[in-house]
């Protein structure tokens, strides 16, 4: 049965939620939300690995960027929305399922933006997605006289974007991805702009627990795609053993991953005042290395089995410059604010090995991957240490 009005009247009313509420947690709409979109990250990631083995790395990068900008921006904003409003009443339910198909407009757009430079199916899911989200300010802006002028900015601001994404489509070339820079730097600016009026309510513990599902699922994709593409290999290639290290390597990283980011919880130190703005901003390159180790994983397998005629340290680079990526933003956004003393080292030197690991050819995954394990051994081990040895289980 359709539970009306959670945080508003009964008129239909939509208010902003207690950001003290307790036993906040992710809806069953957010996690499906959540799966939906990453389908577009899946697809991204597919066409990523296609590229590069194809030894197209500029075309390839600068392609994945730009689609999962269109993938990461909307779920975001989704995000930190919920997590202020949230009513889950019909209208917000139709509103979320409108954003779900645009997101899958936009997976149906991807390969078509990779090979042909056609972004127009892409934009044409990123437009419907945010239409949608710009409906639910509509409804801010009449419930809410205090929060009028910023719901006015928010949802005026992404309409007009919108109508500058759909104009763009007639320009071609290079003035076209001028233009895509542009409106991107202007859609980065919209909620700065909003929030100048008044401050957007949020539940810190809420929108961590949002960010670190969001990095679970992106995480389990890049596994998935990894095993399919090992199997795959392995099904032409008798001699396993450089695809069983690449297995294993892929998943000490992969492990290894999970283990840093989750470490520690983040809606306390959002509670207290960190900056929640650059935190959340700085998930893009988060979410997106998180996925393009799948991508690397994939390359490695297939020049592994001789199928991607390419050299092998780009081979290898492709799965550890995005893990290095990943650590080293971890790092700055989340970890050293937990680390005292020569334990601040660890993560950025395990990163900067991951990178030197490139250069060991076939095996320069499992080599990584061990790097990143012994990372995850010497910070316990300083956890520990920091804490007197009261807490044995006390994670990296």
């Known amino acids: 049965m359709i539970r009306l009005l959670r945080s508003g009247g009964a008129d239909g009313a939509v208010g902003a939620r207690d950001a003290d509420e307790q036993h906040r947690v992710s809806t069953p709409l957010e996690l499906f939300f959540d799966l939906c979109f990453v389908v577009a990250v899946g697809q991204a990631g597919r066409e990523l690995a296609h590229a590069i083995g194809q030894d197209?790395?500029?075309?390839?990068?600068?392609?994945?960027?730009?689609?999962?900008?269109?993938?990461?921006?909307?779920?975001?904003?989704y995000s930190w929305f919920a997590s202020g409003f949230d009513p889950d009443d019909i209208p917000f339910r139709l509103a979320t399922f409108a954003q779900i198909a645009g997101s899958l407009v936009i997976a149906a757009g991807v390969p078509r933006a990779f090979e042909d430079r056609d972004y127009r199916v892409m934009v044409a899911g990123y437009v419907l997605v945010r239409l949608a989200f710009a409906s639910q300010w509509i409804r801010v802006h009449r419930d809410?006289?205090?929060l009028r002028t910023t719901a006015l900015r928010w949802g005026g601001g992404v309409l007009v974007v919108q109508l500058l994404w759909v104009l763009l489509q007639w320009v071609h070339g290079t003035a076209f991805e001028d233009g895509y820079v542009i409106l991107v730097v202007i859609e980065l600016l919209v909620p700065y702009w909003a929030g100048r009026a008044s401050q957007m309510p949020f539940h810190?513990?809420?929108?961590?627990?949002r960010y670190g599902l969001f990095t679970l699922i992106v995480l389990g994709e890049t596994v998935s795609a990894a095993t399919v593409a090992i199997q795959e290999a392995m099904s032409d290639h008798e001699d396993i053993r450089e695809l069983s290290a690449l297995a294993l390597g892929g998943l000490l990283i992969v492990f290894?991953?999970?283990?840093?980011?989750?470490?520690?919880?983040?809606?306390?130190r959002l509670a207290q005042g960190s900056s929640a703005f650059l935190w959340g901003y700085g998930h893009y390159p988060v979410f997106a290395s998180a996925a393009a180790i799948g991508a690397g994983t994939?390359?490695?397998?297939?020049?592994?089995?001789?199928?991607?005629?390419?050299?092998?340290?780009?081979?290898?680079?492709?799965?550890?410059?995005?893990?290095?990526?990943?650590?080293?933003?971890?790092w700055a956004l989340q970890a050293r604010h937990f680390k005292n003393g020569w334990a601040q080292a660890i993560i950025p030197t395990m990163a900067a090995a991951v990178l030197l690991c490139?250069?060991?050819?076939?095996?320069?995954?499992?080599?990584?991957?061990?790097?990143?394990?012994?990372?995850?051994?010497?910070?316990t081990v300083a956890e520990r240490s920091q804490a007197g040895g009261e807490d044995a289980a006390q994670p990296v």
């Open 256 to 268: 290894s991953a999970w283990w840093i980011y989750f470490a520690h919880e983040m809606g306390e």
């Open 204 to 209: 810190p513990y809420h929108i961590a627990e």
């Open 144 to 146: 809410n006289p205090g």
């Open 298 to 330: 994939e390359v490695a397998a297939a020049w592994t089995t001789g199928s991607e005629h390419i050299s092998a340290v780009l081979a290898a680079g492709s799965v550890t410059v995005p893990s290095a990526v990943f650590f080293v933003v971890v």
């Open 358 to 379: 490139t250069f060991a050819g076939g095996y320069a995954v499992i080599l990584a991957g061990s790097c990143c394990a012994l990372a995850v051994v010497l910070g």
């Open 56 to 77: 197209q790395v500029g075309h390839g990068l600068t392609a994945y960027a730009a689609i999962f900008f269109a993938v990461w921006w909307p779920w975001m904003n």
